[in-house]
């Protein structure tokens, strides 16, 4: 049952699932390469004696195999950097080998946001823990957390920058990447778009931060030393909005820490599908030597725009939905009304967080109907991050300008590496290689 949660976790990954279209364009391009050679078009011609190359193509599989590799990369570090530390925690009766996989599914679970773990983290029951192994422990958990959801874009413009750097040269698809990142993957952002996010994400960092230092400074600092409670922290602070790992007994937060952790579950990821939303190139094909091709229209660029639209999504439903979970729960909510405020948040934004004192979710104490309407939540939290549209950056389809001379190209999708080839004027470039200008 654990190697079937595991794999049903690693296939159904978000990261992975956002490559797919990739692997789909480049099967898309290889099909147009193909269909024109065979009738004998210029550009056929010319690609197949390599007089041009498909810079479009060639940054898309650079980009699946920069994505794949980090996917595999990251985990791995964590996992070598967690194995030791849980076999010397779990003590010499577990060894090595018997900590594998605890280790292996902790790093996994952590990197997918997913909350679910084999063993106790630090802090969690276990006051006999070494101090050094918390302190170890928690900042490499919470760096596969950050780098498997929130900051993943971050550390993808990263990688391509560090390549960029690297080479004296800067390689066609590789300016693509960097240049046109929103036409050829949904989380790769613009520099300006990738600072943003940067500086929210760390302001709602801190801000939960602070929040959680004010309320719950008192209970901890008797319990634990200094560097572990500043840890303590930090972990709460990255796993509340996302992975829904808790290292407490959530019930016993004050109500001002309470309020503070519904509001981020609130927001989530909010973020990330703000500055994909908000980055979301034209769809239109028709490309403009002007450049009119690249503006976007100004409810797709304003970022207060998208986020107020994000925020206030589903608002009446999940009102309706609300008071339908109060009206069925009657009874639990005149004893524990923040706990089901608290569920609600962590349905809505599928964090996974609960309040209860047992090893299972508060609403699983709720009534058949009570659990169905939190599904419902749940699911439409799922969905509250998805483009209102198709994004153009995962389309297989392209139409081209009705008439365009081969001779002029001149495109970042296009990369000329010998002479142009003559003849007819006639519009011969593929359905998916719509020029730029």
């Known amino acids: 049952t654990q190697l079937v949660v595991v794999l049903h976790t690693m296939l159904t990954s978000s990261l992975l699932l956002t490559a797919v279209p990739l692997v789909l364009r480049r099967r898309s391009y290889r099909f147009q390469l193909r269909h024109e050679m065979r009738k ?17 193509y060639n940054a898309l599989g650079k980009l699946l195999s920069i994505i794949l590799g980090y996917y595999m990369v990251v985990q791995a570090i964590g996992f070598l950097l967690i194995w030791p530390l849980q076999a010397c925690r779990l003590g010499p009766g577990t060894g090595i080998v018997g900590s594998f996989w605890p280790s292996l599914v902790l790093v996994i679970m952590s990197f997918h946001n997913t909350g679910l773990t084999l063993t ?19 900042p490499v958990v919470s760096a596969l957390i950050l780098l498997g959801n929130t900051w993943y874009p971050l550390a993808l413009r990263s990688v391509l920058s560090v390549l960029s750097l690297r080479q004296k040269k800067l390689n066609p698809a590789l300016s693509l990447l960097l240049n046109e990142p929103r036409r050829c993957y949904t989380h790769l952002f613009p520099s300006y778009a990738t600072r943003w996010l940067f500086m929210v994400t760390i302001l709602l960092f801190m801000f939960q931060l602070f929040s959680m230092v004010v309320a719950e400074s008192e209970a901890y600092q008797t319990k634990y030393s200094g560097h572990q409670t500043f840890w303590f922290y930090i972990f709460h602070t990255v796993s509340t909005r996302s992975a829904g790992i808790a290292l407490c007994n959530l019930s016993k937060l004050n109500p001002a820490a309470t309020f503070v952790v519904c509001v981020c579950m609130y927001i989530s990821v909010s973020p990330v599908v703000v500055a994909t939303r908000s980055t979301q190139v034209s769809s239109d094909p028709e490309y403009d030597i002007e450049g009119a091709h690249n503006r976007i ?3 797709f660029t304003q970022k207060r725009v998208q986020l107020a639209k994000f925020m206030g999504d589903n608002a009446v439903v999940l009102v309706i939905l609300f008071f339908c979970i109060l009206h069925t729960e009657q009874k639990i909510a005149e004893k524990h009304f923040s706990w089901i405020v608290f569920e609600f948040c962590s349905a809505w934004g599928t964090c996974g967080l609960t309040m209860s004192r047992s090893g299972y979710a508060f609403s699983g104490e709720w009534s058949l109907r009570g659990k169905l309407l939190l599904m ?20 297989l389809t392209y139409r081209a300008p009705k008439r365009h001379r081969l001779r002029s190209i001149r495109s970042p999708y296009f990369s000329q590496t010998a002479g142009v080839v003559g003849g007819s004027s006639r519009n011969e470039t ?8």
Request: net charge negative.
């Open 40 to 56: 004998g078009t210029r550009l056929g011609l010319a690609v197949q004696a390599g007089d041009f190359e498909v810079v479009e």
């Open 120 to 138: 106790d983290l630090p802090f969690k029951d276990r006051l006999e823990d070494p101090p050094w192994i918390r302190t170890c422990m928690l």
């Open 297 to 299: 229209a100004e409810d």
């Open 376 to 395: 419902v939540v749940m699911f439409l939290g799922r969905l509250r991050g998805l483009p209102y549209a198709i994004d153009p950056s995962v389309r």
């Open 430 to 437: 593929p359905g998916n290689m719509t020029p730029a200008r």
